[in-house]
């Protein structure tokens, strides 16, 4: 009859038998001892500590967002206008060539032949060149700026007009000389500073 704890007894030999290190000569206890504090005095981030891993992933979603912006600006300046010149016309010289005091009646059908018509208000008097911004289209396209090029208003009729900054105008214009082919301003109280008649000509010759 066997002893009760035969079972355990086999069991310990054949895991003996089985332990690789079970040739090896046991290290003493103080060996044992240094090894467990030199291990748990290391510090993080000496030779042989882990590492935690470097964070990729973040900076790769930096530049993919850097990359999505770029795309985003690019579309956006794609879609975006460029910036038009302003539409030029000219005051005529002279007395626009009409002799002083012979200027017609204002009327609706001494404007309707012609092929521009605005309201604007100017913006700046740079020398010779008068910039409005253009309030009203009544007739043509003469798209958000027009610069009128005036001359020396002294050497022409009584019809002409001074240009201020900050007033309105109302400017009709077409080609008034066929020996020079472009736009000029209709003298002759057709163009002018606003007002509520000679706006109510103007709807009534373009409307």
Do not use: W
Not at 15 to 23: C, I
Not at 86 to 98: E, F, K, N, S, V
Not at 121 to 129: E, F, H, I, L, Y
């Amino acid at each position: 009859m066997s002893e009760p704890n035969q079972p355990d007894q086999d069991l310990r030999a054949v895991l003996r038998s089985a332990d690789p290190a079970a040739s090896l000569t046991p290290l003493e206890h103080d060996r044992i001892t240094r090894m467990v504090n030199t291990t748990s005095s290391q510090p993080a981030g000496a030779p042989g500590a882990s590492r935690r891993p470097r964070r990729r992933p973040v900076l790769l979603g930096l530049a993919g967002a850097a990359g999505v912006a770029a795309a985003a600006f690019a579309v956006v300046s794609a879609l975006t206008p460029a910036a038009t010149a302003a539409t030029r016309i000219a005051l005529p010289a002279g007395d626009g060539g009409m002799a002083a005091g012979s200027c017609l009646a204002i009327s609706p059908e001494s404007l309707a032949p012609l092929p521009l018509a605005f309201q604007g208000a100017v913006q700046k008097v740079t020398g010779d060149v008068v910039t409005l911004e253009v309030t009203h289209v009544f007739r043509g396209e003469p798209g958000s700026t027009v610069e009128i090029e005036q001359p020396d208003l002294t050497a022409g009729d009584f019809s002409a007009f001074d240009f201020a900054v900050g007033q309105d105008y109302l400017i009709a214009a077409g080609d008034l000389d066929p020996a020079q082919p472009e736009l000029e301003v209709a003298l002759c109280g057709l163009s002018g500073p606003t007002s509520p008649e000679l706006r109510a000509v103007y709807e009534k010759a373009f409307g």
